[in-house]
């Protein structure tokens, strides 16, 4: 039976739609179904030559380095669009760009999970994706998806990977039973003055001193006593880091013995044979992050860079190289040996074992505790 052009078209729809067609394949197959028609569409040989590059801003260092090396360098080999990157320390300083920015000039960002989804979504930042564009989104929790799609039904980020900030030690100054023992409070012992780190960063700070006194970081009832604890820290502390290489490079060359601390950078300075410990303490502040496209973007490109990025094959290399597990189920993907010792890694998929910042209660904060952080990390 011959196909009309019609019946061509709308199968190519059917296939683009089920996702089985890249959006550059679905383009230059109906641009030749109308040619062969004798159609002329000059909108399709436009959006055809539209899209050779995707902006992506990431936290630099040795997790972009394993985005960069197992993901953007083969999907530019594969599709020809190239990844221009940028680089972030802190995830409201690229927040600001953008709100002051033309649409578009940034698009994709590897971002810190649902409690700053929620800034971008009250900043009018967020697109809206096409999941069927993304079918590898079948293999990504749903326990990381749900929390997304509360705020949002209609995402505009698919969660990429996840890990929690413990607390990291010199194993030739501090032993382990001495840091399970502590837990928390080993960031407030006066013994270790000088010697203590901390992220700069006021979500942490209050998660810690809640945990340090006893009370639950998502409903707190005590801020005069948090207040306390974060200046205690404060004035213990050598310094308080503001990016990983940072916090990699003050664990590395034993100018701090003690600070809390992202799993992964942890893992990779393990990896490199460094003395360094990692305690994930009862209720340690667990994250996700989250690849999300901005409005704006070139959707279709961004979209199929992002299922590119969750291909198993793809993710488990990134999540290998960059020391964080992967938002892959492991009920539905088979995961490496090497992905199920790190930290933070939840085999059973239900992401139970670990606690989130609840989104909406940190954000109704977060106004009134960040002026107070940001007195206090001054010397108030």
């Known amino acids: 039976m011959k196909l009309t052009t019609t019946t061509r078209l709308e199968r190519l729809q059917d296939r683009y739609a089920n996702g089985d067609l890249s959006r550059r394949t679905f383009l230059t197959l109906t641009a030749a179904a109308a040619a062969a028609a004798g159609l002329d569409m000059p909108w399709m040989r436009q959006a055809l030559a539209a899209v050779e590059e995707v902006r992506f801003d990431g936290w630099g260092g040795t997790v972009q380095e394993a985005i960069d090396k197992y993901a953007f360098q083969p999907y530019t080999a594969k599709t020809k669009i190239k990844v221009v990157q940028g680089t972030f320390g802190d995830e409201d300083e690229i927040i600001?760009?953008?709100?002051?920015?033309?649409?578009?000039?940034y698009q994709v960002i590897h971002s810190s999970g649902v409690n700053y989804y929620i800034k971008y979504v009250n900043g009018g930042l967020t697109s809206e994706i096409n999941e069927a564009n993304i079918p590898n989104m079948a293999n990504v929790l749903q326990p990381m998806i749900e929390p997304f799609r509360k705020l949002t039904p209609k995402?505009?980020?698919?969660?990429?990977?996840?890990?929690?900030?413990?607390?990291?030690?010199?194993?030739?100054?501090?032993?382990?039973?001495?840091?399970?023992?502590?837990?928390?409070?080993?960031?407030?012992?006066?013994?270790?003055?000088?010697k203590v780190g901390g992220y700069s960063d006021m979500t942490t700070r209050v998660w810690y001193a809640a945990l340090a006194t006893g009370q639950d970081p998502n409903n707190i009832k005590d801020m005069d006593t948090i207040w306390a604890k974060?200046?205690?820290?404060?004035?213990?502390?050598?310094?308080?880091?503001?990016s990983g290489a940072e916090l990699m490079d003050l664990l590395s060359k034993g100018e701090i013995v003690v600070t809390d601390a992202w799993s992964g950078r942890?893992?990779?300075?393990?990896?490199?044979?460094h003395p360094i410990g990692y305690l994930d303490p009862a209720g340690s502040y667990a994250w996700m992050e989250d690849m999300l496209i901005l409005k704006g973007s070139p959707m279709a490109e961004s979209e199929e860079l992002i299922n590119f990025m969750l291909d198993p094959a793809t993710s488990i290399a990134v999540a290998e190289g960059q020391s964080y597990p992967p938002s892959l189920d492991p009920t539905k993907v088979k995961l490496t040996e090497k992905i199920e010792k790190l930290p933070a890694f939840d085999k059973t998929g239900t992401m139970k074992s670990l606690?989130?910042?609840?989104?909406?209660?940190?954000?109704?904060?977060?106004?009134?505790?960040?002026?107070?952080?940001?007195?206090?990390?001054?010397?108030?």
Not at 266 to 273: C, S, W
């Open 96 to 105: 600001t760009k953008i709100k002051t920015a033309k649409p578009g000039d």
């Open 155 to 194: 995402l505009s980020a698919v969660p990429y990977d996840y890990g929690t900030t413990g607390i990291a030690y010199n194993t030739k100054v501090i032993s382990p039973e001495e840091a399970k023992e502590k837990g928390a409070a080993l960031l407030l012992d006066k013994k270790y003055a000088g």
């Open 230 to 242: 974060v200046r205690e820290t404060r004035d213990l502390a050598k310094k308080f880091w503001s």
């Open 266 to 273: 942890v893992a990779a300075l393990q990896d490199q044979g």
């Open 355 to 380: 606690t989130f910042a609840d989104p909406t209660y940190w954000a109704n904060n977060e106004d009134a505790w960040t002026k107070q952080w940001n007195r206090i990390s001054k010397g108030a």
